[in-house]
């Protein structure tokens, strides 16, 4: 890499030959990137020297924060020892293993093996390569239908973009692909008004056996969501709702897909988001913070009912990837889940980040731009509205979250923003302290955005 380049060098040359992923590449030519160039803790620097407090953990992903000398140690090690060997043809490698079989013991019980993957999307392609193969050997071939919501994120390959339900991406490429259905999602600021949130959850939740009848019982081979919808906008919904998913998957004997690529590994305060919302999920799709997001590494946790059945027969599962089981990105992650926990990071979310946060938090529906302040664990959100009451968004929806976040990162916090919905996602071992200065960061943006939007006449 050419170090002696300068800031404007880098963005001539970003601009000129790097598509940037879910970006407008006029747009970012025009204004140019923004560069970041190193980080420690929970702060990035940008090629300016400004320091930001990460609050999205990058992309959801990086639990410990940076800078973690053990990570880099472990890939150096293991990069020296053996940098490549692949887990197909009868092969594995110590560090694939040892990180399967700690899996096992962190994950729920029915959770015994796992299925290596390099990315959530392509975790989430195995999820419907298992679930339409388990019902193949059932003997229920028709059952191939797979249903998840409207506005869930699922990752960006075909197959996860058609689960997911985010309609400008199938708008762009002819999807969601065949055999998949999509119900509403359990957005109570949104959907749920006039209802309590205990009845918004279970109606939320009965559209799914609404949907499993229009289609045919026989034919519905899954159902799945986040426990958090994180993309969408930070949407958690009412704790009457899981169960009740649960519930119907069990009377129509459907299978249960938790996808814990954001949730997982702590982000609830629980281990796994499904502990959190009490489901008993068959498969379990994972990536981020498996590996704190230092090298690229997702999978499945394939439960009893559906590994059994493969093992049973006997037969080859006809899947998988080059970089299945990795064993450079499998020891960082190794050595990840062994930080955390050898350093409690789970508990310091569920006892002292995540209720001081959420008390904090709180507090924000209070500030005028706000409709509704809400959060769980390390996650917080922040209704942006034009008015409270009567309820009125900003016409045209996303300009004004748009906006804020940019006076975040001026106001050196990265904050978010889905629409007119704030998001924030801080690396788990943020402390109390670092959390005052996170909450005090995004009061000082909101007032500001507030100011300027009086200004410009738009409130
Ligand atoms: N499932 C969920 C729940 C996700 O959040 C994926 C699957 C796909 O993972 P990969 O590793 O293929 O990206 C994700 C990814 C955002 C944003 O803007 C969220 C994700 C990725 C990129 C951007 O919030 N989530």
Known sequence: MDRHRNKADWQALDAAHFLHPFSDSRQIADRG??????????????????????????????????????????AYRQMNELPYYNSFFQCTTPPAIELAAKLAQLTPPQFQHVFFTGSGSEAIDTVIRLVRRYWQLAGEADRN??????????????????????????????????????????????????????????????????????????????????????????????????????????????????????????RTGQWFGCEHFGTRPDLMSMAKALSSGYLPIGGVMVGDRVANMLIAKGEEFAHGFTYSGHPVCSAVALENLCILEREHVVEHVRDVAAPYLQERWAAFAAHPLVGEARGVGLLGALELVRSKEPRQWFEPRGKVGERCRDNAIRNGLVMRATRDTMIIAPPLVITRSELDELVEKAWRTLDQTYDELKRDGLL
């Open 33 to 74: 990137t923004r560069l970041i160039t190193r980080a420690e803790g929970i702060y990035l620097y940008d090629v300016d020297g400004n320091r930001i407090l990460d609050g999205m953990s990058g992309l959801w992903c990086v639990a410990l924060g940076y800078g973690r000398r053990e990570l880099a140690d472990a």
């Open 145 to 266: 239908v797979i249903i998840g919501r409207w506005n869930g994120y699922h990752g960006s390959t075909i197959a996860g973009a058609s689960l997911g339900g985010m309609k400008y991406m199938h708008g762009q490429g002819m999807l969601p692909m065949p055999g998949v259905e999509h119900i509403q999602q359990p957005y109570g600021f949104e959907l749920g008004m006039g209802q309590s949130s205990a009845d918004f959850g279970v109606a939320a939740a009965r559209l799914l056996e609404e949907k499993i009848l229009e289609v045919g019982a026989h034919r519905v081979a899954a159902f799945i969501g986040e426990p958090v919808q994180g993309a969408g906008g930070v949407i958690i919904p009412p704790q009457t709702y899981w169960p009740e998913i649960q519930r119907i998957c069990d009377r129509y004997g459907i299978l249960l897909v938790s996808d814990e690529v954001i949730c997982g590994f702590g």
